[in-house]
Structure formats: C-alpha cells, structure tokens
Nanobody, 124 residues
C-alpha cells in the first residue's frame, strides 16, 4: 500500500528527495515515518511526521533532512541535503493509522504499513 521512490547514488554533499505514496491510506490521518537500514545495522527511524506535532528527526540528520507532507497528493517526502556516506542505507516509508506519541513514533513495530524500500548510496 506504500510505495517509496527517489533513491539513487550521489556524492558526499549531494541531495536527494524521497517520495512515498499510498493507496488505501490517507497520510494525514496518522503518523508517517522514514526508516533506514544500513548493511549489518538495525533499522532506525530517520524522521516522523504527524498532524499537530513537531516532526521527529534522528539526531544525526537534524538540519540536513526535512520531512514534509502534501495532503492534496497524499504523498510524504524526505528532502535529504548535505548527504554523507553514513547516510547510505535502504530507506523505507512507513505509516500508522495512529497519531503516535513521541515515546513510540521511532519504534518500527508501531507501524502497520511499509513500503518496499529505496536504496540511497552516498560515495565519498
């Protein structure tokens, strides 16, 4: 029900914009997140957006990544600037019908819907 796109290969300092679209689900009704998983590492929440709440950002991406939502198009984006090699990972969009609170929004098991993942590779 979720489809992520926009990944690719860039050099350090480059930018990419990831997009997530949904069918059968309205993003503005709950929480939407971008997670990432690098080889050999745990999946981690990069950013989360929900209505009437300040977006969550992983500390290492603050100031470089911006999450946004277009309700008219039912899409969520992750603008990634100043990319670093450590940002290399498969990025997944995930959604929950619940407006997750700050203590739970970064937990992957709280999300019912997942996209297939899009690979981001940042070379040095």
């Amino acid at each position: 029900q979720l489809q992520a796109s926009g990944g690719g290969s860039v050099e350090t300092g480059g930018s990419l914009r990831l997009s997530c679209t949904a069918s059968g689900f309205t993003f503005n009704s709950g929480s939407t997140a971008w997670f990432r998983q690098a080889p050999g590492k745990e999946r981690e929440a990069v950013s989360v957006i929900r209505s009437f709440s300040v977006p969550y950002y992983l500390e290492s991406v603050k100031g470089r990544f911006t999450i946004s939502r277009d309700n008219a198009k039912n899409m969520v984006y992750l603008q990634m600037n100043s990319l670093k090699p450590e940002d290399t990972a498969v990025y997944f969009c995930a959604a929950s019908r619940r407006g997750l609170i700050s203590s739970s929004r970064h937990v992957s098991t709280n999300y019912e819907y997942w996209g297939q993942g899009t690979l981001v590779t940042v070379s040095s």
